[in-house]
T-cell receptor, first 110, second 115 residues
């Protein structure tokens, strides 16, 4: 089976812009989770979608949002980008308790 | 709320030496405990997972971890380090009310292996 794919792999934006990141889970996986990884804060949970519904949410401002489509693909959106949003954004799909991670999208905000 | 502490942000060992990476979780026993490895510019790869079936868990690449409830620990070990083990390692727990999709990670430990 193909693994979790994330597009794009690298992205450069400027402050105030918005960005959309995409994640395609492993076939058959209905849960998709998103994490932000930064050197200062480490790995932090953003949210999880299961069958097109947000099931869990982390402690991030409303500028961070997501959605899941009927084919389980997920997108996350960050509006009004800030410098501090520069990070590696990881997506993981799961079947049961095990999560499978994608390679991440490296977002740089200038 | 569950939390995870990894003692030591950097650990350096010589090739062939024992690898010991420390992880402590908060007092309540989580449903699952995990160790993940991350190589540069890559996502996370699962090394092993504790599910209460056995306290000693064997993972990939020769790693294993022992769950000790009395010490609230889940330390990762490997008898003999290889150069290819150099990476960042993360301990993670699932919250008690988890339905599968949320992990709480430690801050990570970067492992260096000297020739």
């Amino acid at each position: 089976k193909a693994g979790v794919t994330q597009t794009p792999r690298y992205l450069i934006k400027t402050r105030g812009q918005q960005v959309t990141l995409s994640c395609s889970p492993i076939s058959g996986h209905r849960s998709v989770s998103w994490y932000q990884q930064t050197p200062g804060q480490g790995l932090q949970f953003l949210f999880e979608y299961f069958s097109e519904t947000q099931r869990n949410k982390g402690n991030f401002p409303g500028r961070f949002s997501g959605r899941q489509f009927s084919n389980s693909r997920s997108e996350m959106n960050v509006s009004t980008l800030e410098l501090g949003d520069s990070a590696l954004y990881l997506c993981a799909s799961s079947l049961g308790s095990r999560q499978y991670f994608g390679p991440g999208t490296r977002l740089t905000v200038l | 709320a569950q939390s995870v502490t990894q003692l030591g942000s950097h650990v350096s060992v010589s090739e062939g030496a024992l690898v010991l990476l420390r992880c402590n979780y908060s007092s309540s026993v989580p449903p699952y405990l995990f160790w993940y490895v991350q190589y540069p510019n890559q996502g996370l790869q699962l090394l092993l997972k504790y599910t209460s079936a056995a306290t000693l868990v064997k993972g990939i690449n020769g790693f294993e971890a022992e769950f000790k409830k009395s010490e609230t620990s889940f330390h990762l070990t490997k008898p003999s380090a290889h150069m290819s083990d150099a990476a960042e390692y993360f301990c993670a727990v699932s919250p008690e009310d988890n339905q599968g999709g949320k992990l709480i990670f430690g801050q990570g430990t970067e492992l260096s292996v000297k020739p």
